[in-house]
């Protein structure tokens, strides 16, 4: 029987060399999101002995689109560290990656410890700053292709991310336009509203679900609160620029 450990050191490996993996319930089919959720943090606690330093989460599937692009249809999060911090305007290279795909999102910046059940305006008052943002998921698994507890072990695909400008906590976000380009060509249009009605309810998750590991949102932790749209793939020589209406825009080039 493998371990957790070892299934953690599997997916971090995968990651952190972007050769694909089978899915872990190829060979595990009755892993639960429970263990995945261990196995996620235990690949962290690696990130972290190599010098890596907590930044905050990320939310997933918080939109029909993306569920319905993945075939999973549950709301899962991640862990964020520095590493993962993208320079906004800045490059992205390809060969780190093993797919990478792009999805427009919004970012909280938080202000105040916040933790399990909470309201809406209870989430809100914690909030520091508000931000136009895009997320790199890269499924570790081959094709793209994972179950439920595959992805939860695996970050939640989470790869990389851009903040664009900081905006005042009290901005409406909740029904932004938002289109994203590639090249000067929109590829995927939508709204912030998309992000379970409104992305604020996407934070009121993530302080009830990371309460469950023990964890709650420290101030100056950035919360990704999922994507808008279906993710986009991302293949060398591409330009992607993202406008959020009201917010401003966030964009860098894909390179080999
Ligand atoms: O919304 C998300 O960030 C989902 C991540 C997991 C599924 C995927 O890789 O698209
Ligand atoms: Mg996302």
Redesign the pocket.
């Known amino acids: 029987m493998t371990s957790l450990a070892e299934l953690a050191t599997i997916v971090d490996e995968a990651a952190s060399t972007a050769i694909a993996i089978p899915q872990l319930t190829e060979s595990l089919p009755g892993l639960s999101v429970e263990d995945a959720y261990a196995i996620q943090a235990l690949s962290l606690a690696r990130r972290r002995a190599r010098g890596e330093r907590r930044a905050g989460y990320?939310?997933?599937?918080?939109?029909r689109a993306?569920m319905q692009?993945?075939g999973?249809s549950e709301i899962?999060w991640?862990r964020l560290t520095d590493a993962m911090r993208l320079i906004e305007g800045g490059d992205l290279v390809r060969s780190r990656y093993v797919h990478p795909?792009v999805?427009p999102e919004i970012a909280y910046i938080i202000g105040k410890p916040l933790e399990g059940d909470v309201s809406a305006a209870e989430a809100l008052a914690a909030v520091e700053a508000v931000a136009p943002a895009m997320?790199i998921?890269d499924?570790r698994y081959r094709d793209?292709k994972?179950a439920l507890p595959d992805?939860v072990a695996d970050n939640?695909?989470?790869s990389g991310f851009y903040v664009g400008s900081w905006a005042k906590a009290s901005t409406d976000v909740a029904n932004l336009g938002i289109v994203m380009e590639v090249d000067g060509r929109p590829v995927q249009i939508g709204s912030s509203a998309a992000i379970l009605g409104n992305p604020i309810r996407s934070l009121v998750s993530a302080a009830r679900l990371v309460a469950r590991a023990g964890e709650r949102l420290e101030p100056g932790d950035i919360v990704?609160a999922?994507?808008a749209t279906a993710?986009y793939p991302l293949t060398p020589g591409q330009y992607v620029r993202t406008t959020f209406q009201s917010l401003g825009a966030v964009a860098f080039s894909v390179v080999a």
């Open positions: 990320k939310m997933g599937l918080t939109s993306k692009q993945v999973v899962i991640g795909r999805e997320e998921i499924s793209f994972f992805v939640s695909s989470s990704m999922g994507g993710a």
